[in-house]
């Protein structure tokens, strides 16, 4: 191994600063299907609301709209690593000095050089939220300039120098901002199982026995074939990352190496395995289970399925917290019982994303909002809610009229849209005060 790559191997990065510069949101791909050779295509079908509604090009993907102070920090980082002796002392850091910010005190013995480079870098973006500020008071004159939002990443009393505070101020944001991403992640995905789950009971109650019974076969029909694959490894497992091995890295009949494999999938070559570069190790795993185009594959569960299997990982290898993997890191797990051992995966598909409770409030909400558009005219009467919704002067959610009740048939129902059609009414009947056109 040469020097410089022996030196590259011992550079540790800060906290999680490595992690967001190698952080993209490009999406990884997907390989192909898991179905067998010669089947039909599936037939396209209309894509429920709940995927509709999902981007999987959400900004927050992006770590530039995750931190928008992300350049500041990439040229700190860059003029941090340019002190040797600042880098060796991260070689021996603990990983609670890292999250405390105590490793910014070391900011005092680093060379004067970099010291005046980080006063130029801090100056600089001093200088971007001026401007900022400048440009948001003239789009809004009734911002008031004391009580601005000020951005937390550095400090604000000292315009002129980079100091032990900026770069503590910097770390704790970093960490904060990272740990409310993932948090922010795994509530959305509550969410759209809980809308998955409110479509699927909104569009039982519009069915009569028969429909339903036929509607739960075929959902069963589709759980049970999406379920047929091949058994799933424990993610970061020798089992694992073996057949990553010999599948991806077509390396079949040879035996698997840590430090070949490490270096293959270290894919930029700074001697750590990042975030994206984990992730992709995952591909061939999930492709066992989730595929692109057909019913019962949603592909917002293989995005969340990747995502936790990276964070499973990092807890597991990334034993200083850095959001990096080392291959010191690295070859310690290896020699781990519990990665000779594998225990397989629950994928998050058999999972509980929420409690019974999290279900009820979540659909009273939803039930709420049809409400107010019905109100207001943007959604017609719908007679499918619970205690069904019957239109009258006593507001939302009545119960059906009593029994032998009968409407005058030329009655228009109260709140009914005039291009809607009332139940029971005879097609060549034209209800009142509806244009013919309009039927």
């Keep these: 191994m040469t020097n410089e790559m022996t030196v590259m191997m011992k550079i540790i990065p800060l906290v999680v600063f490595f992690a967001f510069l190698t952080w993209e949101a490009t999406s990884l791909p997907v390989t192909p299907t898991k179905k067998q050779e010669g089947q039909k295509e599936p037939e396209v079908q209309q894509k429920p609301h709940y995927e509709e509604e999902y981007d999987a090009n959400d900004p927050r993907a992006n770590i530039e709209n ?57 100056r600089t973006e001093l200088e971007r939220l001026r401007k900022l500020a400048v440009r948001q008071f003239e789009m809004s004159n009734d911002i ?3 009580h601005m939002k ?29 740990a409310e991403a993932d948090k922010l992640r795994r509530e959305e995905f509550k969410r759209y199982e809980m809308q998955k789950e409110f479509e699927k009971q909104e569009k039982l109650r519009g069915m009569d026995e028969e429909h339903k019974k036929t509607y739960e076969e075929e959902q069963k029909k589709l759980r049970e074939k999406h379920n047929q694959h091949a058994p799933i490894h ?61 019913p019962e594959d949603d592909m917002k569960e293989r995005a969340e399925e990747m995502e936790r299997m990276r964070e499973h990982v990092f807890r597991e290898a990334d034993t200083n917290r850095d959001s990096l993997i080392s291959y010191e890191e690295f070859l310690e797990q290896t020699r781990k019982e519990e990665f000779k051992r594998d225990d397989g995966w629950e994928t998050v ?23 107010r558009l019905i109100n207001q005219g943007m959604l017609p009467p719908h007679p499918n809610m619970p205690q069904g919704y019957y239109p009258g002067p006593q507001g939302p959610y009545q119960h059906p ?39």
């Design 150 to 178: 000020i951005p937390e990443h550095l400090d604000h009393a000292n315009v002129h120098t980079f100091e032990v505070e900026d770069l503590k101020k910097l770390i704790h944001k970093a960490s904060n901002d990272l």
């Design 66 to 122: 995750v931190l928008e102070y992300n350049n500041y920090l990439k040229e700190v980082v860059s003029a941090l690593e340019s002190d040797a002796e600042f880098r060796e002392k991260l070689n021996k850091v603990d990983e609670v000095d890292i999250r405390t910010g105590k490793i910014a005190m070391e900011l005092e013995y680093v060379n004067h050089n970099v010291r005046t480079k980080l006063d130029e870098i801090k």
């Design 349 to 371: 598909d058999n999972q509980p994303q929420y409690t019974h409770e999290e279900y009820l409030q979540f659909e009273r909400k939803r039930q709420e909002e049809i409400q």
């Design 401 to 439: 009229p009593p029994a032998g009740y009968q409407q005058h048939p030329n009655q228009m129902p109260q709140n009914m849209h005039p291009n809607q059609i009332p139940q029971n009414v005879h097609p060549n009947q034209i209800p009142q005060n509806v244009h013919p056109n309009q039927i």
């Design 234 to 294: 424990h993610p970061g497992g020798k089992a694992q990352l073996e057949e990553v091995w010999e599948k991806q890295d077509h390396m079949q009949g040879q035996d698997f190496d840590p430090k070949s494999f490490f270096m293959m999938h270290d894919l930029d070559g700074n001697g750590y395995w990042d975030e994206l570069e984990v992730k992709a190790l995952f591909v061939k795993e999930l492709d066992k289970v989730y595929q692109q185009g057909v």
């Design 144 to 146: 008031d300039r004391q």
